[in-house]
T-cell receptor, first 111, second 112 residues
Framework: RKEVEQDPGPFNVPEGATVAFNCTYSNSASQSFFWYRQDCRKEPKLLMSVYSSGNEDGRFTAQLNRASQYISLLIRDSKLSDSATYLCVVILRDSNYQLIWGAGTKLIIKP | SQTIHQWPATLVQPVGSPLSLECTVE??????LYWYRQAAGRGLQLLFY??????ISSEVPQNLSASRPQDRQFILSSKKLLLSDSGFYLC???????????FGQGTRLTVV
């Protein structure tokens, strides 16, 4: 089993819809969690951190479920510009704080 | 503010030629530095990371090497490129162990 798993998609979603992705992790020593966005042929860019209490940034909401070992990203009122690949990353407290990356979920917003 | 520079953006190299990709970070000191490779449509593969000058950890055995000659400089090298070395190479830094990563613009390497 991979340490961090994501549904590769693609998720084809109409503009204006709400879409949610999950990212599961296997190591209970995972300490920090983040969501990144990667546009085609570009570098990943930090989208948001994921806090235990959950956090919201505009149309984006990130949540952490430690008991079930997954994080989620919810995008409301999706825009065409939201089309991208969304990567989750988990940082392990042990193993020298390695960043463990998911392979990404591709999202395509259609007009 | 902190910035990361990586160059060149694109590179076409013949098989057997050497490689040198450079990455520098500005606006911070003693960052953790990383080199990743990403194949088309795939996830990030960690190649090397460094927590300080001269300290390099290698994650995958291959014909690539990395060096950190200065605190904010990270170099990826190869003596002889293989076709399989083609890919998107990304340099990244974190402020401290456990913090979020920030990436350079990446280098798209094509070995022909």
């Amino acid at each position: 089993r991979k340490e961090v798993e994501q549904d590769p998609g693609p998720f084809n979603v109409p503009e204006g819809a709400t879409v949610a992705f999950n990212c599961t992790y296997s190591n209970s020593a995972s300490q920090s969690f983040f969501w990144y966005r990667q546009d085609c042929r570009k570098e990943p860019k930090l989208l948001m951190s994921v806090y235990s209490s959950g956090n919201e940034d505009g149309r984006f909401t990130a949540q952490l479920n430690r008991a079930s070992q997954y994080i989620s990203l919810l995008i409301r009122d999706s825009k065409l510009s939201d089309s991208a690949t969304y990567l989750c990353v988990v940082i392990l407290r042990d193993s020298n704080y390695q960043l463990i990356w998911g392979a990404g979920t591709k999202l395509i917003i259609k007009p | 503010s902190q910035t990361i520079h990586q160059w060149p953006a694109t590179l076409v190299q013949p098989v057997g030629s050497p490689l040198s990709l450079e990455c520098t970070v500005e606006g911070t000191s003693n960052p953790n530095l990383y080199w990743y490779r990403q194949a088309a449509g795939r996830g990030l593969q960690l190649l090397f990371y460094s927590v300080g000058i001269g300290q390099i950890s290698s994650e995958v055995p291959q014909n690539l090497s990395a060096s950190r000659p200065q605190d904010r400089q990270f170099i990826l090298s190869s003596k002889k490129l293989l076709l399989s070395d083609s890919g998107f190479y990304l340099c990244a830094w974190t402020m401290y162990s456990g913090s979020e990563a920030f990436f350079g613009q990446g280098t798209r390497l094509t070995v022909v």
